[in-house]
């Protein structure tokens, strides 16, 4: 099977002949459809200090299941995230990490929208948001971003603004429900919001956090970092909340699974639109962390096996 990795800090990254895994206990051998680009591995390739697996977001059929696996059987469609090498014709997934896919759902649709939209749907959850109130959220057209956008107004925003890094993306955030898109240089972002759902991080967050109305909230979900000051808190009593998706895949299993149902029922309802801006083939994979690199997608970025 093929596999791609890469060797040095930075890359390249290159696809390579490997042997097919065995599921272990508790895993699932999926021969893999469709594989999600997210920034975070996009990150590792540059950032770790010594190469790791690029795994991810994956959805294809069950081909084997090791001991021990109840809930998945040969045949199987799942989606789920891989925790090793999932940038891959083959990849292990865990049977606690790995969900149905619809049948009236594809593959490329499972990998865009399950696991970017439970970030997207935690960090809302986390922000306790209130029908009426105006929100905002940063990298609108990314593949997290674009759904939060648009989870935002299901549960009732009265205002929802897109903030984008580049004016390009205005046309394709107002397509998805945005009353408003900003940029990130501008000048004051507009009338404030009563929460912000922040996947951007670094410098970002001190203009995310002026557009707050007195007593708003943040909800920081990025791998970007960065830091605020305190006295931007106390002035106006706002509030910045962390927000991780796999503390609640580890510690809280039931509301991980209410919210992937909570997801397939707004896709399904037709309320909740995954968009995919490209599908690259495996051995493309480089072309497509640059597509994430540059910030130049509007949507999920897939690479198809």
């Known amino acids: 099977m093929r596999r791609v990795r890469y060797e040095t800090r930075g890359g390249p990254l290159f696809a390579e002949e490997a042997p097919l895994p065995e599921p272990g206990p508790g895993e699932l051998l999926v021969r893999a459809e469709a594989i999600g680009v997210t920034l975070p591995v996009v990150r590792k390739v540059t950032e770790a200090a010594e190469p790791v697996p690029l795994g991810g977001e994956i959805a294809g059929q069950v081909m084997a299941a090791g001991e021990g696996v109840t809930s998945f059987g040969t045949g199987d469609r799942v989606t789920g995230l891989c925790l090793g090498h999932g940038y891959a014709d083959f990849a292990l997934l865990h049977e606690v990490m790995a969900s149905p896919v619809p049948a009236d759902a594809s593959a490329v649709d499972a990998v865009a929208l399950v696991r970017s939209g439970l970030v997207a749907l935690g960090a809302l959850e986390a922000a306790r948001p209130e029908p009426g109130e105006a929100a905002l959220v940063t990298a609108a057209a990314s593949g997290v971003g674009h759904l939060a956008l648009q989870l935002a107004r299901t549960r009732g925003a009265g205002r929802v603004v897109g903030a984008v890094s580049d004016p390009a993306k205005a046309d394709f955030v107002r397509g998805l429900g945005a009353d408003h898109v900003i940029t990130y240089g501008d000048t004051g972002w507009g009338t404030p919001v009563d929460y912000v759902l922040d996947g951007v991080g670094g410098e970002l967050l001190t203009p995310a956090l002026h557009a707050l109305v007195p007593e708003g909230r943040l909800v920081a979900y ?29 510690g809280k299993p039931e509301l991980y699974e209410q919210w992937r149902e909570e997801l397939w029922r707004l896709f399904a309802a037709g309320e909740l639109r995954p968009v995919v801006h490209g599908e690259f083939a495996l051995e493309d994979a480089a072309k497509a962390h640059g597509e994430i690199e540059g910030r130049s997608n509007l949507g999920k970025v897939v690479l198809i096996p």
């Open 222 to 250: 990025s791998s970007g970092g960065g830091t605020v000051q305190a006295y931007d808190l106390l002035v106006d009593a706002k509030s910045v909340i962390g927000f991780q998706m796999a503390r609640i895949a580890r």
